[in-house]
């Protein structure tokens, strides 16, 4: 301290060489990140609905004007469980902080050398999932026997060629999307019958048989 007074360091001089960043408002970084989330067309309209929701929600909590950088765990911890929700919820707003301060940090808002204060927090716990369930051969049939001729096939390559709906019918945002499985990828005359997922097509964006 006696070095520092005696050079005449200031608080300022101080901060830059520690690299912090300028103090950031947690309005600013929700209207920032939900910015480049709308502006992501590979992410499902479903997640983004989820940020948007979960963001808007703790920033309500939190306030608008709180500093990113002071925002404690204790606080997103009691977001996390407020209202009595189940842990399943719960587990999903955590993961949507922790997406937002990720992001923050990469953009420069918080220091990059350190944890998050939403990466502190407690991770709730979840109750594993039973054995999923699958349709039975009856119900299969009666849905095959029931169905309208011109989703017919959309029923079964769903059901047997292990195709996402997603990529049956992808998700239009704007005019922008993934492009549909589109007949000419179904190739029933080859000596090997199979259906190509393209990657315009494709959830991940590979090529796929």
């Known amino acids: 301290l006696a070095?520092?007074?005696r050079r005449?360091?200031?608080?300022?001089?101080?901060?830059?060489?520690?690299?912090?960043?300028?103090?950031?408002?947690?309005?600013?970084?929700?209207?920032?990140?939900?910015?480049?989330?709308?502006?992501?067309?590979?992410?499902?309209?479903?997640?983004?609905?989820?940020?948007?929701?979960?963001?808007?929600?703790?920033?309500?909590?939190?306030?608008?004007?709180?500093?990113?950088?002071?925002?404690?765990?204790?606080?997103i911890d009691?977001?996390?469980?407020?209202?009595?929700?189940?842990?399943k919820t719960q587990h999903n707003r955590r993961a949507s902080i922790i997406t937002m301060f990720a992001w923050c940090r990469k953009k420069e808002m918080l220091q990059s050398q350190l944890l998050t204060a939403a990466d502190r927090t407690d991770s709730p716990k979840v109750k594993k999932a039973g054995r999923k369930t699958i349709w039975t051969p009856s119900e299969l049939k009666a849905m095959l026997e029931n169905c309208r001729a011109d989703y017919l096939p959309w029923l079964v390559i769903s059901c047997f060629a292990g195709v996402r709906t997603n990529e049956l019918c992808p998700e239009q945002r704007k005019g922008v999307g993934k492009d549909p499985l589109r007949w000419e990828d179904v190739k029933l005359d080859w000596d090997a019958p199979h259906i190509e997922i393209r990657p315009e097509t494709s959830k991940t964006e590979d090529r796929r048989l």
């Open 78 to 87: 009691k977001w996390i469980r407020a209202g009595q929700v189940a842990p």
């Open 3 to 5: 070095e520092v007074w």
């Open 8 to 75: 005449g360091i200031s608080l300022g001089d101080l901060d830059r060489l520690t690299g912090l960043p300028n103090p950031v408002t947690l309005g600013e970084a929700v209207g920032d990140f939900l910015e480049a989330v709308a502006a992501d067309v590979t992410d499902s309209e479903r997640n983004q609905r989820t940020l948007r929701g979960h963001c808007r929600s703790f920033e309500k909590a939190i306030g608008k004007k709180a500093l990113l950088g002071q925002i404690t765990p204790k606080q």
